[in-house]
């Protein structure tokens, strides 16, 4: 998955409520990952809203199924 041993943060924007996390990590031993965790939080310091975006497409397309069989099990 994901949080797998080639996961790694490699950049950090952050604003007052959110911040852009961008990383990088390697599945199926081939496919390269790139992406961005966008995460919004309260007052209270507790997360509102998380997004996940990920690319090219081919890393997208091994993703999908991954994602989809850990929220299944």
């Not at 199926?28 to 996940?52: E, P, Q, S």
């Amino acid at each position: 998955m994901l949080g797998g041993a080639s996961f790694r943060y490699i950049g950090e924007w952050r604003a007052e409520a959110s911040a852009v996390l961008e990383f990088e990590c390697e599945i199926a031993g081939a496919i390269k990952v790139n992406g961005v965790d966008i995460v919004h939080w309260g007052d209270d310091g507790r997360i509102i809203n998380f997004k996940v975006m990920i690319r090219p497409m081919k890393a997208l397309n091994a993703v999908v199924p991954l994602m989809a069989a850990a929220l299944m099990g």
